[in-house]
T-cell receptor
Framework: DVKVTQSSRYLVKRTGEKVFLECVQDMDHENMFWYRQDPGLGLRLIYFSYDVKMKEKGDIPEGYSVSREKKERFSLILESASTNQTSMYLC?????????????FGSGTQLSVL | SQKIEQNSEALNIQEGKTATLTCNYTNYSPAYLQWYRQDPGRGPVFLLLIRENEKEKRKERLKVTFDTTLKQSLFHITASQPADSATYLCAPKGGSQGNLIFGKGTKLSVKP
């Protein structure tokens, strides 16, 4: 089974802190994604990466950056955490081939910024 | 702009009945549409993919339809069970870079 692992289930950080959210997938997928999920707003794409050292902005990249140094690892960075970044963060990788694309999600990291 | 609407935030049904969830999209034509299930505190899990040239797709008790004229997909769970209680997300392929766009989800509760 594909496994996408997010390093923390719960995180509490202070305003202004630099925050790293880590994600690792074990299926050699090329494309990886970071979403945030908020009540009433659904899943929104922050950044994605289609190859090592490559990154693309999603719909809400402001206040975030990403790093993809190895194929299996995709990190989300909050340069200076703010309270409006309190959210559930979900990492995903995508299986492609034969036109069948499906996302595999991690269990999520619930981040609280105080 | 591209817009996805899942008509109901919540749907309550009795065990054994068929649950029908609706997903409407506007301002574009997705090549395919996916449905995901999400349990509280967990990431979404892929259920089904249906392409624009497919009218209907089935998997066990699940059935998905895709009407490109109405710009709508219906997701059915037959003989529903309490274990089917979850939030269901529809996700048409689209977006400015061809990524999936997720609806806000419908929370299904199946009462015994």
């Amino acid at each position: 089974d594909v496994k996408v692992t997010q390093s923390s289930r719960y995180l509490v950080k202070r305003t202004g802190e630099k925050v790293f959210l880590e994600c690792v997938q074990d299926m050699d997928h090329e494309n990886m994604f970071w979403y945030r999920q908020d009540p009433g707003l659904g899943l929104r794409l922050i950044y994605f990466s289609y190859d090592v050292k490559m990154k693309e902005k999603g719909d809400i990249p402001e206040g975030y950056s990403v790093s993809r140094e190895k194929k299996e690892r995709f990190s989300l960075i909050l340069e200076s955490a703010s309270t409006n970044q309190t959210s559930m963060y979900l990492c995903a990788s995508i299986e492609t081939g034969a036109g069948n694309e499906k996302l595999f999600f991690g269990s999520g990291t619930q981040l609280s910024v105080l | 702009s591209q817009k996805i609407e899942q008509n109901s935030e919540a749907l309550n049904i009795q065990e054994g009945k068929t649950a029908t969830l609706t997903c409407n999209y506007t301002n574009y034509s997705p090549a395919y549409l996916q449905w995901y299930r999400q349990d509280p505190g967990r990431g979404p899990v892929f259920l089904l993919l249906i392409r624009e040239n497919e009218k209907e797709k089935r998997k066990e008790r699940l059935k998905v339809t895709f009407d490109t004229t109405l710009k709508q997909s219906l997701f059915h769970i037959t003989a529903s069970q309490p274990a089917d209680s979850a939030t269901y997300l529809c996700a048409p392929k689209g977006g400015s870079q061809g990524n999936l766009i997720f609806g806000k989800g419908t929370k299904l509760s199946v009462k015994p």
